[in-house]
C-alpha cells in the first residue's frame, strides 16, 4: 500500500472529505506514475480524483463492522511509535 494513503475505516470521528479527497489523489497520483500531470492530462486527472473521491466516499459509508471506533491520536501515537523503532529516534 502507498505509505501516503491512510485507512480511513471504523475512526471516530469520521474521516472528512478532505481526508477522502486526499487519499483518492494519493491513488491516482500512484497508479499513474504522476504527482502533476501535464496540461494535456490534467482534466483526466482531476477527473479520476473526483470520481475515486466519490466511490470512496460510498464504500466508507457501507462499511459496517462490530469493533469500537479507532481514535485518531491514538492510532497516530501507535505509528510513531513504529517509526521510532524502525527509523531510530530523532
Do not use: W
Amino acid at each position: 500500500m502507498c505509505r501516503n494513503i491512510r485507512t480511513l475505516h471504523n475512526f471516530e470521528p469520521h474521516a472528512t472529505s478532505e481526508e477522502v479527497h486526499a487519499a483518492a489523489l494519493q491513488y491516482v497520483r500512484k497508479i499513474s506514475g504522476s504527482t502533476k500531470p501535464s496540461k494535456a492530462n490534467q482534466d483526466a486527472f482531476d477527473d479520476a480524483v473526483h470520481e475515486i473521491a466519490h466511490i470512496t466516499q460510498h464504500l466508507l459509508d457501507a462499511l459496517v463492522t462490530q469493533a469500537p471506533p479507532k481514535d485518531r491520536d491514538e492510532e497516530a501515537a501507535k505509528a510513531r511509535a513504529r517509526a521510532a523503532v524502525r527509523y531510530g529516534a530523532a
